[in-house]
């Protein structure tokens, strides 16, 4: 049985570790998840197997990058950003991604009227399927989106063996559901 909780330090060694096979090695730090603990703007959440953790995801309220679409996003009102979640390996097509996407918006209800998430644009992108079949739209498509980002970090992209980074990602963009 799968349990979702709160992100705690406890669950950083897992976190990161997954973050590495999934994302590229240094993708995320521990003084990069750190500030999601216990943090009125942010949340972090985990699948628990048991024990170990078999998924996470990182959100926070902000405005939404400059960068992403015009027209329903007012300036000045603040969003739900979902900026990373994952899954281990073992334990995809299990509906953890779902969950936590579920979790993430239930949480975020009460505090904001839209959200938006970014996705590696990939034919088999499973997290582009959960955004898909809750009701998210793709609204705009932005290449080379983490070259400086991963140039700065010194991570080595999962996808596409970088930095530079030269993926193109998709952002998507919801109204809040509790069920998606």
Known sequence: MIQIESLAST??????ALADGAFGGNYLTREAVMPYIDHPDRAAWVALAG????????????????SWP???VVPGVRAGILQTIAVAPGY?????GTALTRHFASDLA???KVCFSVCWERDDAPFMRILDRAGWKPVKRLPGYWAEDSLRQGYSCA???G???TCVAVIY????SVNP
Request: with cysteine.
């Open 70 to 72: 015009d027209g329903p």
């Open 173 to 176: 963009q919801s109204g809040i």
């Open 11 to 16: 669950h950083l060694r897992e976190v990161l």
């Open 92 to 96: 995809m097509r299990q509906g953890i």
């Open 110 to 112: 009460g505090r904001c």
């Open 159 to 161: 996808q596409c063996g």
């Open 163 to 165: 930095p530079p980074c």
């Open 51 to 66: 024990h170990s953790v078999a998924g996470f995801l990182l959100a926070r309220l902000a405005a939404p990058d400059p």
